[in-house]
């Protein structure tokens, strides 16, 4: 058994399971432009407020360099991935923490829980899941600054959904919030995930980045999102971020 399995805490995994089975199944899921759906409440208050005082410190996170060709991301963007490697490098006092908390997020019962609010829509929407029994999973810390932003893109094809929990100290923000676009030319999708310019779009909607609050959204040919360009000073935008992938 490795030390990161011992460190494993089944009481915080258990607060974890609970707080998400009610927030991750809403009551409906808008299909326009995409599937998609914002919860707020995403975890318990407790358990969300232990969650932003486990957030490490920006030293212990990389850059996304060789990740993207979003020069504003690699300018202002820092990721922790969460695997074995880098949640060994994490200081005692957070670490088991963050072992806990993807032990569970990378856990087949959560990925049929994430997935649970779509199944009714694969048949039409994404067609090629059915059947499918192999994901790979991606589960990682994002840290935002001033000047980040990324231009309405519809993801990978290989990605399956998205799920961005908002980690926000206080403050709701439409401006440092996640937004959906439609196309200005009728009819266009997009099939290999490549960044758009702001002005081929139309803003569909923007989902506030806010305390607790969650966005799930599934891949598919129309599934346009972005992040508008950030201008305000001394931005911190935190962001847990969980993927599922085709392998």
Known sequence: MSSLTKEIDTALT??????LDSSL???SVPTV???HFYQTGAFHPDLYSDIRSHLPTSNLYGGVHGRTGNVRAKKSRLALPLRKETLERLPDEIRSFWVSMTSYFMSAEFLRLALTAYLPLLSTQRPDLIGQDTFDIRFELLRD??????GPHADNPRKIMTLLFYLSAGE?????GTSFYTPKQKGFTCQTGRHHTYEDFDLYKTY???PNAVLSFLRT???FHGVEVIEE???QRDVLRWMVWKP
């Open 14 to 19: 258990a607060r974890v399971r609970e707080s």
């Open 208 to 210: 506030a980045y806010a």
């Open 33 to 35: 432009p995409s599937p």
């Open 25 to 27: 199944r809403p009551p």
């Open 172 to 176: 709701t923000s439409e401006a440092l």
């Open 233 to 235: 000073q001394n931005v």
């Open 221 to 223: 040919d129309t599934s």
């Open 145 to 150: 600054s001033t000047a980040y932003g990324i």
